[in-house]
T-cell receptor, first 113, second 114 residues
């Protein structure tokens, strides 16, 4: 079964440093999502792409977070500078189209020290 | 925006018993309600979903019911097995027009004791 690939699986960084996460969605999936999951809570949407266009980034802290999906396939989420409160699991998900079920990757666990 | 409440936060059952997890949502325009299972160190995995034009859906030992009037939906797992132990999340799609935004509950840690 096709999967959403994410890397790295784990990342430890010091506060004020820059960090980046990569996601490769299931082939052919037009919609891509980045979610943040704080320990003990449900995932919260950060940004949603339809092909290469952002359709929802209302919950993305734009002063430090950025996301891109230049060719409408893989995507990168960046944090600069990282803060202690950014420690969380960052999950990528994709769906065939906007109203299709979401398929999640296994996430990147970020620890900011 | 949409708000999803999920109960209980933890649930412990004996193998073979049934487990029920309940969720309520706030946006009456929500029309899609998936349930996800998340095992330790992994991403959430879709186990069943229901749309607002259906009141109940079943897939082997798992069933979901939806009450649109009361704005609540439930997950039922029968004949539980130790491998059902995980965190379960409900979610609801908000009325964000073309954005189709999923809002998740805070999760239920299900433990099935052998």
């Amino acid at each position: 079964e096709a999967e959403v690939a994410q890397s790295p699986r784990y990342k430890i960084t010091e506060k004020s440093q820059a960090v980046a996460f990569w996601c490769d969605p299931i082939s052919g999936h037009a919609t891509l999502y980045w979610y943040r999951q704080i320990l003990g809570q449900g995932p919260e949407l950060l940004v949603q792409f339809q092909d290469e266009s952002v359709v929802d980034d209302s919950q993305l802290p734009k002063d430090r977070f950025s996301a891109e999906r230049l060719k409408g396939v893989d995507s990168t989420l960046k944090i600069q500078p990282a803060e202690l409160g950014d420690s969380a699991m960052y999950l990528c998900a994709s769906s065939l189209e906007r109203y299709s079920p979401l398929h999640f990757g296994n996430g990147t666990r970020l620890t900011v020290t | 925006g949409e708000n999803v409440e999920q109960h209980p936060s933890t649930l412990s059952v004996q193998e073979g018993d049934s487990a029920v997890i309940k969720c309520t949502y706030s946006d009456s325009a929500s029309n899609y309600f998936p349930w996800y299972k998340q095992e330790l160190g992994k991403g959430p995995q879709l186990i069943i979903d229901i749309r607002s034009n259906v009141g109940e859906k079943k897939d082997q030992r798992i069933a979901v019911t939806l009450n649109k009037t009361a704005k609540h939906f439930s997950l039922h797992i029968t004949e539980t097995q130790p491998e059902d132990s995980a965190v379960y999340f409900c979610a609801a799609s908000g009325s964000g027009g073309s954005n189709y935004k999923l809002t998740f509950g805070k999760g239920t840690l299900l433990t099935v004791n052998p």
